[in-house]
């Protein structure tokens, strides 16, 4: 099956799930409500705030080539080394590179969806190296064996009875577990991984070009571990994730946790500079910084597009899509779910198998105004369309169509002589039909709305009075 085939049938099972969807509304609901009156208390004008990281944003991105470069240097100065990766593939090959090199047998992971992109879970089982994610959620997808659903909250779609009824066959612990004794058991099974893991592997939420810094927001404190306990830290991060100065960091800390989380602030906020100086107690002896780029050099390159690597993944625009809140996240099949997914998947992955996304949309626009930085989403999901219509990567038939379809609505005799024999052949097919596909077939109106407008105009009092005056 392709993978539009698969996400159809995917959004089929998982949109007539009530319990699922009752889930993913109860947990969006709670996020609504905290991230409007955060919205309020944290922003005097949410709106020139948004514009204002918009700007920022952009201005780096115009200069991206000399910010990355700058990176490199600053960050080389503070003892860390910069690895450039051109696709997955590359930023493997360089985490194997590492691992093999210092004989490392156990990795602890914080939450990182560029690892997810270059699919490092799956290439560390085939390693054969023990790989422990440590963020609460996403330990509770990989004990689950699945794949993150929300680009923040991967286990959204786990009720707490689900995750206790996991805990107790995979920690055995009793099935009847609270909240708190559920977060405790994770905790106890976590601890000791940090500690006698070899490797920290993180992502980035920015890199800062003129501190050659990381910076890592989170809220249970696993990133710090990941990256200050094992001897060598590997931070893999996208190259847009670039921002000009320290001081940027002001307005982006709190717009990333107020549309992410409904936070003022996050709980843990690290600037990271390097490893570990020769006067300091802690921190990793090594650290490696691996600048991914992975077909973002192709996004940069079309003016269209350039904007949408503003993006800070703050998941806002997945839990306000109508689409995303029915379908769910792992029916989109990638990394990155909801409408940032179905603009980014199709230039990531290519737009032969990928561009059916671009149709996962109402274009209601929802995901657009959510957006702290102010990306146009619901108009760039129809450019993929307008994309994927050139490229000719639309099903034959469906182009056939299409254009009978065009043909029909821009003449309007022939689509009135036409009308009587599709009335006719829907009755026909009507009976024939499954139960199911009876209730997809389109219902014609009674009469045209050339036929009403004929009829009307007959009948109106106006017209008489005009045409008699
Ligand atoms: S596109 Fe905007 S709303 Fe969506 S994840 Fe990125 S920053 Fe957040």
Request: with cysteine.
């Amino acid at each position: 099956m392709n993978e539009s085939r698969v996400f159809l049938a995917k959004a089929q099972q998982k949109s007539a799930d009530e319990i699922h969807r009752l889930k993913i509304q109860k947990a969006i609901a709670t996020y609504d409500i905290k991230v409007k009156s955060t919205k309020n208390r944290q922003f005097y004008d949410w709106q020139k705030a948004r514009k204002k990281a918009a700007q920022i944003k952009d201005d780096a991105l115009a200069n991206l080539p000399d910010l990355l470069l700058q990176f490199e240097e600053n960050t080389s100065k503070n003892g860390t080394h910069v690895l450039w990766a051109e696709n997955a593939l590359q930023a493997r090959q360089h985490i194997r590179d590492i691992i093999k090199k210092h004989h490392a047998e156990k990795i602890v992971k914080s939450k990182s969806m560029t690892t997810e992109e270059i699919e490092l879970n799956e290439f560390l089982d085939e390693m054969g190296v023990e790989n422990w994610e440590s963020d609460l959620g996403e330990f509770i997808v990989q004990l689950a064996n699945e794949k993150p659903y929300h680009i923040v909250t991967p286990a959204m779609h786990k009720s707490q009875a689900e995750i206790a009824e996991l805990f107790s066959r995979k920690l055995g612990i009793p099935a009847t577990g609270s909240a708190e004794e559920l977060t405790m058991a994770a905790r106890a099974a976590l601890r000791q991984t940090f500690v006698t893991a070899d490797i920290g592997i993180t992502g980035a939420n920015f890199i800062i070009a003129d501190t050659g810094a990381i910076v890592m927001t989170e809220n249970e404190g696993n990133g710090r571990l990941c990256m200050a306990c094992p001897k060598v830290h590997i931070a893999i991060v996208g190259i847009e994730k670039m921002l000009p100065r320290l001081s940027d960091l002001a307005l982006f800390l709190p717009l990333l946790a107020t549309s992410g989380t409904g936070q003022q602030l996050s709980c843990y906020n690290s600037i990271i500079r390097g490893p570990k100086a020769a006067n300091e107690a802690d921190g990793p002896e090594k650290m490696v910084v691996i600048l991914l780029d992975n077909r973002r050099s192709e996004i940069y390159a079309q003016d269209k597009f350039r904007h949408v690597l503003r993006c800070l993944r703050c998941g806002a625009c997945l839990n306000a899509c109508p689409v995303f809140r029915t379908v769910g996240g792992h029916t989109y099949g990638t990394a990155y779910q909801g409408p940032i997914g179905s603009v980014l998947t199709p230039h990531l992955r290519g737009m032969k198998n990928w561009s059916h996304l671009a149709h996962a949309s109402s274009l209601c626009g929802a995901c657009s105004d959510v957006c702290p930085v102010d990306i146009d989403l619901h108009h760039l999901l129809l450019e993929n369309r307008w994309q994927a219509e050139k490229e000719k990567t639309t099903p034959f038939i469906w182009q056939i169509a299409i254009k009978i379809w065009a043909w029909l609505h821009t003449n309007r005799l022939l689509l009135q002589f036409v009308r009587p024999i599709l009335k006719l052949g829907i009755a026909i097919i009507k009976p024939v039909l499954p139960a199911k596909k009876k209730r997809r077939l389109p219902q014609l109106a009674k009469k045209s709305f050339a036929q009403m407008w004929t009829t009307a105009a007959t009948k109106s009092p106006k017209k008489d009075a005009i045409s008699h005056g």
